[in-house]
């Protein structure tokens, strides 16, 4: 800093013991925590090597740590007041001395750190800062005298004494955090032409504090932290939040990886601040050191431990981005899902270390392709509208084959009576899909083991109950007296009170569970902007749906009754084959069933995916269908001959 400036800034917090407005502003621990940091850089300029420097800034240096005593004074009472005293009067001690610049740092920091965690103050935003908006801020706010690239030389910068701060000027931006700068922001400098900026809302006062955090971390060292960060998840427990990202600074980074590697990740960490989250949209940071503790531990024979942890990996890290991923890159997501149940059934079935270790090196090449594709900046206009629409084909066309298959048949009945207990079903699920939208977006998170349970179970539910539905369709397409039976016993059946619970159960059920799948992939969707391309897609899969719907109940409207039982209990066999299988696959990614994998190819539509658990369950679907149409065939038989 220049000498004229901290002249200036210290005079000030001098004044600040001897007036009372100033001693009340040293009572908020947020100001005597800046003064600290600010000591913590700037003592290094008053003593060097036992000897005083510059005995101006030395008297300074005492004086500061004096204002910082006081302080504490003021403070309300804390159990914690005692060592926080403590530790300013040993700070005292040792810069008067003359201690080494490290030795003052290091308890002018902790010192500081002790004073935040007894006197909490926000250190970090709820969500990452807006670094679009810290941009704004900065050419709006700042550029006239720090300059377009903050080396100080804006047009204003020649009017002001003392001149305005050098953002890019690398000695000072490693000893200073965010948090730092982010405190300069909200307080200003008195003494200087840096005012406060008080006025702006808190996170855009994190935003410009970040912004300003770039400029002596160029775009070349961005690009080398980039690769630093994915390919060595060690350096994510350094860096485990934005708390940690927000508060550390370049220097105290250093201390633990080196000062290129800390220059390097401080450039593109402050860059992308929602890679340090445990898992965004363009990081697989959870994913990541899970899995390598995973294999970690696995090495040590504990395969229970391990298996948790590949199951966290899964569902806790790479979970919430797949909705992102799969509309952006499905194969990719697709191949990463198959590798992950891979890595788990290396570990249930007790496989030797070194093959679990090469899976895991596999899945972590797999996820630096999946970070490249979801760092990209906002996904383009098209690519919204086609996955948006895809999304909800591919999702709402097995409900609308079910809940049409169940309307056709009440129509064929002659009984619409009981058509509303459907359209209520229907109706209902799409209204709790709302409710799950809210609450997925704005209130708390949908946990990756919360969604695949709903998956598993309501899919399976669903296949039980169409197993049965799809054998009992089948005999009525093999007796010859359908008639009469849809006149006497078919009305006596549906006239029961359960009948109408029955109906809207399924139809809620089977709705509902491809809602819920649809909401969260449009949640990610829509955080990554383009709504009205979103929302055309949308509306584009609903037309067609509509479409499909209409054009299956007309052409029902026209099939012989024998024929439309025929159809539909090929429908339903098909579809109960196809929700077992995903069933089992859900409830495995959650962790409820075991995962044998075979070498098999997987088909998503079919609900084929290549484990033991799940081929077996189609399987078993498959023989009681099989089964239960012989017996059909064998009793129309019997029928015919009566």
């Known amino acids: ?89 040993q700070l005292q001690a040792a810069i008067a001395a003359k201690q080494s610049p490290e030795v003052v740092a290091r308890q002018a920091r902790t010192l500081a750190a002790d004073l ?25 706010n700042c550029a006239a005298c720090h300059g377009a690239s903050g080396h100080g030389d804006g047009p204003l910068a020649a009017r002001l004494d003392p001149p305005p701060m050098a953002f890019a000027k690398i000695d000072r931006a490693r000893e200073r955090s965010t948090f730092a700068l982010y405190q300069v922001i909200g307080q200003g400098l008195e003494g200087t032409s840096m005012a406060s900026f008080a006025s702006l809302p808190d996170d855009d006062r994190w935003a410009l ?45 250093a201390a633990d990886v080196g000062e290129d590697k800390a220059r390097a990740l401080t450039a593109y960490l402050r860059r992308h601040p929602e890679a340090v989250l445990p898992s965004s949209g363009g990081s697989l940071t959870l994913t990541r050191t899970r899995l390598a503790e995973s294999v970690k531990v696995y090495a040590t024979g504990d395969t229970q431990k391990a298996a948790q942890l590949a199951l966290s990996a899964y569902l806790d890290g790479f979970e919430p981005v797949e909705p992102v991923l799969g509309a952006r890159d499905e194969a990719l997501m697709r ?8 890595l788990r059934s290396r570990i249930g079935s007790k496989a030797p270390a070194a093959q679990v270790e090469a899976q895991a090196s596999e899945l972590q090449g797999l996820f630096a392709q999946a970070e490249s594709v979801l760092d990209n900046n906002e996904a383009s206009e098209a690519s919204a509208f086609a996955g948006a629409a895809t999304i909800l084909l591919r999702e709402g066309l097995e409900a609308l084959l079910i809940v049409v298959a169940i309307i ?23 209204l709790a899909g709302a409710v799950t939208w809210a609450v997925a977006t704005y209130l708390v998170g949908v946990s990756g083991a919360s969604r695949e349970l709903t998956e598993g179970f309501g899919s399976l539910f669903a296949a039980v109950v169409l197993i049965f539905v799809g054998i009992w369709m089948h005999g009525k397409s093999q007796a010859g007296a359908w008639q009469r039976y849809i006149r006497d016993k078919l009305n006596v059946a549906l006239s029961r009170s359960g009948s109408g619970g029955f109906l809207f159960t399924l139809a809620f059920v089977v709705v509902y569970r491809e809602v819920f799948e649809t909401i969260l992939f449009y949640a990610a969707l829509w955080n990554q902007g383009n709504g009205h391309a979103i929302l055309g897609g949308a509306g584009l899969a609903v037309a067609v749906l509509a479409a499909l719907a209409w054009l299956m109940l007309a052409y029902t409207r026209k099939l012989p009754v024998a024929q439309f039982f025929s159809f539909s209990s090929a429908l339903m066999a098909v579809l109960t084959v196809v929700l077992a299988g995903k069933g089992i696959a859900a409830l495995q990614e959650a962790g409820v069933i075991g995962t044998h994998t075979l070498a098999l190819p997987k088909f998503i539509w079919l609900g084929l995916y290549p484990t033991l658990q799940g081929i077996g369950a189609q399987a078993v679907a498959l023989l009681v269908l099989i089964a239960g149409f012989a017996w059909n065939r064998k009793a129309a038989r019997r029928a015919s001959f009566a």
């Open 1 to 89: 800093m220049h000498p004229f400036l901290r002249a200036l800034y210290l005079s000030m917090l001098l004044l600040a013991g001897l007036f009372s407005m100033q001693a009340r502003a040293a009572a908020d621990p947020r100001t005597l925590w800046r003064l600290l940091d600010y000591l913590s850089v700037d003592y290094a300029g008053a003593v060097e090597n036992g000897q005083v420097k510059r005995a101006s800034e030395f008297a300074e240096m005492n004086e500061f740590a004096g204002t910082v005593r006081k302080g504490l004074d003021e403070l309300p009472a804390n159990p914690a007041l005692g060592n926080l005293k403590l530790g300013a009067e």
């Open 116 to 140: 935040l965690r007894a006197y909490p103050v926000p250190l970090a935003p709820k969500t990452p800062p807006d670094l679009a908006r810290g941009a704004k801020l900065y050419t709006e």
């Open 209 to 253: 504090a970040l912004y300003v955090g770039q400029f002596a971390f160029p775009d070349a060292q961005a690009e080398q932290g980039r690769a630093l960060w994915q390919n060595d998840p060690s350096l994510h427990s350094l860096l485990p939040n934005l708390e940690a990202l927000l508060t550390r600074t370049p220097a105290s980074l």
């Open 335 to 342: 191949r990463i899902e198959s590798a992950m149940g891979e």
């Open 408 to 430: 056709a048949f009440l129509r064929k009945a002659e009984r619409g009576d009981l058509l509303r207990y459907v359209h209520i079903g229907w109706i209902g699920a799409l």
